[in-house]
């Protein structure tokens, strides 16, 4: 892979788990347990799409065959989507939803600080705004995992199933592939050999104040971020995110 | 169902920017101080309308009563010796 | 400020509920309170919590704030319906931003009617039990793109007609919250606006989209304004009370006058026959609207009412262990709390 190839791949990356994660957050608006998480939950969502579109945009220009942010968002399939499998993971209930958040902001942010050190500089840029907004999400989310973990019994069982059900997709947001080592070399990516002991001694001390059980994993499920597999939910997503564009193809809105 | 044990309410207070005061914003419901803050963080900052939060749960306010309003406040109606315009001075002066 | 804003101390702010209240204070007959209340509030002087006020007008703020708080998180359900499916990401946040605000502007409605001293549970409750009634006009489907364009074009042309003049309501926090829900809506209707332009801009089908769109949601935006005044009970006393300005025909004039040159510009025909511009009297003439469908969609029968109250439902329902569970946690942190300072003052 070129660099350049692998710069776009990695961009999909980025832009694709704040896409599809904006998206899943964007299905609470309306619903949410009280008015105030509403809006709470709601101003994530804004952040992570708002996010995807500044990374999409600058994957689109990187790639540099004319597409648009929606070109990127509208018209690709399953396949070509690079996001990782957590963040296609279903609402459920308030407590996926959380745990998911937290597994994800707790990455989100390692990573986003270490991008504020790349040397591509509107990556950098990018990064850089983008590191206030994953500071308060993982602020939120960490403290509703606490919250719920350790206030009710039914709220405590609530988390941990959630938890149960969602840690095995956590093991491919810290396990490097191909394109995150040619990032690495290149200086525009962490290493993310190293960000993996931050991540999971988060995740300990929140779990421990959450009182939470750690869960016992004997197979970590990947393949979101390379391309090889996603879950079945992700074509659902496209299907109602892309369905105008799908309908009436090439049209403005 | 839940057993009815509501998030009590609490007073919001902002600061647009600083060199102003803290003025009410509103009300929310939160559980506890710190959601509270981010409650109020989400809802009435939205748009860039502050630099600062104060949260108050809105049970500890005590405030006048109206019924007493006359004898709290009229009776500085009468003291206009208190603004500067009660006292002349010719137009000459400047500066005061 | 001579009166405070705070009233959840002293709920009991009512001469019939408080004793405390003719503490010192000779008691005056009923009228005299009603007489002075009707002058301050014709002397254009605001009303704030913790201030005398007859029953009959704090039971019909509650009844409107209320109804106005509801119909603004039901409000969020048509629109929230498209929010998975805006045909751009500049689309998309713009209407998540919207359906945001409407939250945040239930959430000061309510916050002003708790002022009052009702409680947002028991409000919610309320309309979770069909017994509150909130604008009729979101027991509507979106069905198109386009109807997200017609929404924020006519129903929040409508409620920003409604609203303005309730930044002048008599009550104080009514007033301020509607100071603060009109500033944030001005992007609404303007967002609508430009998506129905883009489209009668646009490919046939999109011009077909949008014009099918405005045929469905006309003549509901005129319903929105609420029955005609001479059917309307509360029309007169909310305006001695000063709580409306306007009557409901002569807002909903207003918006005819409005509009109808905006759906010109965008070249798309408002469905109605009768609708004529009459230069004598200025103002544009329109065709008799159906109230049986007004009231049968108020009573419940609309297309969407039950779907309405179940979405919303169940959305309180399945959020009550999240809301037990904060409650909980708070105070378990509160003893936690209070028994390390005690454990340390035993040190």
Known sequence: MTLTEAKFEYLLRLGDNALILGHRLSEWCGHGPILEQDIAITNIALDQVGQARSLLQYAAEVEGK????????????????????????????????????????????LLHQALTQSKDEHLRAIAEKSLKEITYHLRYSSEWMIRLGDGTEESHQKMQTALDDLFIYSGELTSPDEVDQQMHEAGIGPDLDRLKPAYDQKVKDILAEATLQLPEVKYMQSGGKDGRMHTEHLGFILAELQFVQRAYPGMEW | MSNKKNWPLWEVFIRSKNGLSHKHAGSLHAADAEMAIENARDVYTRRNEGVSIWVVESQHITASSPNQSESLFDPANDKVYRHPTFYNLPDEVKHM | MKSCIFAYKHKAILPSASQSFYDNMKEPNQHTFEDQFQARIDAEERIEPKDWMPEKYRKTLIRQISQHAHSEIVGMLPEGNWVTRAPSLRRKVALLAKVQDEAGHGLYLYGAAETLGAERDDL???????????????????LSWADI???????????????????????????????????EESFHQRQGYEIMLTLARGSEAQKQMAQDALNRWWWPSLMMFGPSDKDSKHTAQSMAWKIKRFTNDELRQRFVDITAPQAEFLGLTIP?????????????????????????????DGPCNRQRLKARRKAHEEGAWVRDAAVAYAEKRRQRKAAAAQQQQVA
Not at chain 3, 125 to 130: A, F, P, Q, S
Not at chain 3, 291 to 297: G, I, N, S
């Open chain 3, 124 to 142: 919610l409750d309320e309309l979770h039990t069909g017994k509150a009634k909130y604008s009729s006009i979101f027991n509507y489907p979106t």
């Open chain 3, 149 to 183: 364009g017609a929404i924020g074009w006519l129903v929040d042309g409508a409620a920003i007609m409604n609203q303005v003049p309730l930044c002048r309501c008599s009550y104080g926090p009514y007033a301020r919250a509607m100071v603060r829900v009109c500033k």
């Open chain 3, 272 to 300: 109605d026959e009768d609708l004529r511009y009459n230069a004598e009297t200025g103002h544009y003439e329109f065709g008799a609207i159906n109230w049986d469908e007004f009231w049968q969609v108020v009573s419940g």
């Open chain 1, 66 to 109: 004319g597409r648009s942010e929606d070109d990127l968002a509208y018209t690709r399939d399953v396949m070509q989507f690079r996001n990782l499998l957590l963040v296609e993971q279903p609402n459920e209930d308030f407590a996926y939803t959380i745990v998911r958040q937290f597994l994800f902001d707790n990455f989100n942010f």
